[in-house]
């Protein structure tokens, strides 16, 4: 069975940080691209970030040089360092196997002073 458990979310000021934290099972961790989306309240869920199995990376251009995703296959753990936070990023945020259609309950991240 596919569980993935997201972390870390919470209240934050403006220009703060976060470090997000979900732990996957129920498929091969090491072999499979992982990725992060959120969703804010009224829009479509959006990708923000993946990782592959070979450590390529990938942003969104709203997040290109704040957040850093990264992944710890011993731990079957995905992590998504958010720095220089904005209202913005206000959102529930999930992570994923790529390629599959499994979600996890999300975290939820507010930015607000």
């Known amino acids: 069975q596919v569980q993935l458990v997201e972390s870390g979310g919470g209240l934050v000021q403006p220009g703060g940080s976060l470090r997000l934290s979900c732990v996957a099972s129920?498929?091969?961790?090491?072999?499979?691209?992982m990725a992060w989306y959120r969703q804010a309240p009224g829009k479509e869920r959006e990708l923000v970030a993946f990782i592959s199995s070979g450590d390529i990376t990938n942003y969104a251009d709203s997040v290109k040089g704040r957040f850093t995703i990264s992944r710890d296959n011993a731990k079957n753990t995905v992590y998504l360092q958010m720095n220089n936070l904005k209202p913005e990023d206000t959102a529930v945020y999930y992570c994923?196997?790529?390629?599959?259609?499994?979600w996890g309950q999300g975290t939820q991240v507010t930015v607000s002073s």
């Open positions: 129920g498929r091969i961790f090491r072999f499979n691209t």
């Open positions: 994923k196997y790529l390629n599959y259609n499994d």
